[in-house]
């Protein structure tokens, strides 16, 4: 099937940008940050690049919006390569998890998070069921997340498991599950335009964070669970 012409590559519909298969600035970007550990740099994907920098590089990317041809070695900055992933994503037209997940998404967090009772607070803000209330909550969400488009869930697979391996790499980025999370969410999760006032944002941005960190964190688990069964083989 051949590709659709491209003239751009931010602030396209994701099934635009590779025939409706997981878009190439993602596996490229996310191969490229891993093989030569850009995560490892402390503050990764919360420190901004130089706006000089941001602008060339988003020209050079507009006009290779599939990468052909754009050495991703030849731009050194760290956080250039974060600040323009997380970019394409909150540029996209709609949001990745689409807005039906972000309202069950907002459902789920005034029924498990509304009850003080519940919930306390982690050492950075982050928020924390006890086990049980969790289990259920991931139970919930799980089958929610699922239930986006094939393209837009293949995306989401590949950038969770790719947030968990920065998570994963804490102790030397000081960016854990919540932290990505509250930097991440906005690109992922929105309500559609005009839809709520400012004060309706807030308290549902804290059930989005809520839900991006726990998903992160369930990957990273999964993720120490394989490495873990590997060393045994």
Not at 42 to 59: N, Q
Not at 156 to 172: D, G, P, R, T, Y
Not at 217 to 227: A, G, H, I, S, V
Request: hydrophobic fraction near 35%; aromatic fraction near 8%; charged fraction near 25%.
């Amino acid at each position: 099937c051949q590709l659709k012409k491209l003239k751009q590559l931010f602030g396209v519909p994701i099934t635009d940008l590779n025939n409706y298969q997981v878009p190439t600035i993602v596996t490229k970007m996310i191969a490229h940050i891993q093989w030569y550990r850009l995560h490892h740099t402390p503050g990764f994907y919360r420190k901004e690049p130089a706006t000089t920098k941001k602008k060339e590089f988003t020209k050079v990317l507009n006009r290779d919006p599939r990468l052909q041809k754009t050495d991703l070695k030849q731009w050194k900055d760290p956080h250039l390569i974060s600040n323009t992933l997380k970019r394409f994503f909150r540029e996209l037209p709609d949001p990745l998890l689409g807005y039906p997940v972000y309202e069950s998404i907002v459902k789920l967090g005034k029924e498990f998070l509304g009850d003080p009772k519940k919930i306390q607070k982690g050492g950075k803000g982050s928020m924390i069921l006890d086990q049980q209330q969790r289990q259920l909550y991931l139970t919930r969400l799980v089958p929610i997340l699922n239930s986006i488009p094939k393209p837009n869930k293949e995306t989401w697979e590949k950038l969770v498991f790719h947030l968990a391996v920065v998570a994963q790499s804490v102790k030397k980025n000081n960016m854990d599950a919540y932290n990505l999370s509250t930097i991440w969410t906005p690109c992922l999760l929105r309500a559609p335009e005009n839809t709520e006032s400012h004060v309706e944002y807030l308290r549902n941005l804290n059930s989005c964070i809520f839900a991006i960190q726990l998903a992160i964190e369930e990957q990273l688990r999964q993720n120490r669970e394989c490495t873990e069964g590997q060393q045994e083989v």
